[in-house]
């Protein structure tokens, strides 16, 4: 069975930094992309990031690139999100996902809140 | 980056209703569409991927089609536990992009 398990969210000022955690077991993590996809309260889906199968190769939208670093340690199965110059919208539930070279995703995890709030 | 248009973004029904969700793209993506469903305080679920593949466990009732710009989502009987939102999400290309939801509620 697929599971994720994210950790690491909480309250953050403006301009502040925060590292989200997923542990990941039931399948081969070094074989999959992984992303993460987040949600504002009441509001739709929003993709974040994916990095690929070896971490060679990372992908951004504008609104968090140069913010936001994707990493993951395939000795620890696990997905990493360095999140840095935090503003209020950043505000949501952060969620991992792994997916195969079609990045859509059959499995997510439960979410880690994080609040930007001074 | 490509942009995900649905409509409606709320809709009411009646259980036994017919329903089809529309999504369209800023540009052509092929069949590189999934949709997931939504319930309230859950985890979204993935319903169809590649525009028109069931992934397995899905009812039946729930059928995609379309390719290129214009997609659309059908539930052929709606039940009591398909009022959720639903997003479309195209993976054509980086930057992924979702759709901004359908609210189906009870009418």
């Known amino acids: 069975e697929v599971q994720l398990l994210e950790s690491g969210g909480g309250l953050v000022q403006p301009g502040g930094s925060l590292r989200l955690s997923c542990a990941a077991s039931g399948f081969i993590f070094d074989t999959l992309a992984m992303s993460w996809v987040r949600q504002a309260p009441g509001k739709g889906l929003d993709w974040v990031s994916t990095?690929?199968?070896?971490?060679?190769?990372?992908y951004y939208p504008d609104s968090v690139k140069g913010r936001f670093t994707i990493s993951r340690d395939n000795s620890k199965n696990t997905l990493y999100l360095q999140m840095n110059s935090l503003r209020a919208d950043d505000t949501a539930v952060y969620y991992c996902?792994?997916?195969?070279?079609?990045?859509?995703?059959?499995?997510w995890g439960r979410g880690t809140l994080v609040t930007v709030s001074s | 980056d490509i942009q995900m248009t649905q409509s409606p973004s709320t809709l009411s029904a009646s259980v036994g209703d017919r329903l089809t969700i529309t999504c369209r793209a800023s540009q052509s993506i092929s069949s590189w569409l999934a949709w997931y469903q939504q319930r309230p305080g859950k985890v979204p679920t993935l319903l169809i991927y590649?525009?028109?593949s069931l992934e397995t466990g899905v009812p039946l009732r729930f059928s995609g089609s379309g390719s290129g710009t214009e997609f659309t989502l059908t539930i052929s009987s709606l039940q009591p536990e398909d009022f959720a939102t639903y997003y479309c999400?195209?993976?054509?290309?980086?930057?992924?992009?979702f759709g901004g939801g359908t609210k189906v509620e009870i009418k």
């Open positions: 999400q195209q993976y054509n290309s980086y930057s992924l992009t």
């Open positions: 590649k525009a028109s």
């Open positions: 990095i690929n199968f070896s971490g060679g190769s990372t």
């Open positions: 996902a792994p997916s195969t070279t079609s990045a859509y995703f059959q499995h």
